[in-house]
């Protein structure tokens, strides 16, 4: 396997231990705070994702097979935004 697999699968099992890792220190917590629960609130999650989402995660999936990293985000955002402001 390349170098780069192995990149990937490092960062998601880093993101993945930093999510839980920040789930276990809340939870230690009796009482949090308003603007900390609103905070995290704000956080987007994959599993919570709605249409306008999914829309701009698979057009920024197509974008990236042909452009680059700056092009994939803008066009993900792009939709994100337009999908959101029209739709929903």
Same mark, same amino acid.
């Given at each position: 396997? &390349?170098?780069?697999?192995?990149?990937?699968?490092? +960062? =998601?099992?880093?993101?993945?231990?930093?999510?839980? +890792?920040?789930?276990?220190?809340? &939870? $230690?917590?009796?009482?949090?705070?308003? %603007?900390?629960? @609103?905070?995290?609130?704000?956080?987007? @999650?994959?599993?919570? =994702?709605?249409?306008?989402?999914?829309?701009?995660?698979?057009?920024?999936?197509?974008? &990236?097979? $042909?452009?680059?990293?700056?092009?994939?985000?803008?066009?993900?955002?792009?939709?994100?935004?337009?999908? %959101?402001?029209?739709?929903?």
């Amino acid at each position: 396997m &390349s170098t780069t697999f192995w990149i990937i699968i490092a +960062g =998601a099992v880093a993101t993945y231990l930093t999510r839980v +890792g920040g789930h276990l220190v809340i &939870s $230690r917590f009796d009482n949090v705070h308003p %603007r900390v629960e @609103a905070g995290l609130n704000a956080v987007p @999650a994959a599993l919570g =994702a709605g249409p306008a989402e999914w829309a701009a995660l698979i057009v920024a999936a197509a974008v &990236s097979l $042909r452009g680059g990293l700056m092009a994939m985000f803008l066009a993900g955002a792009a939709v994100l935004i337009l999908a %959101r402001q029209f739709a929903g």
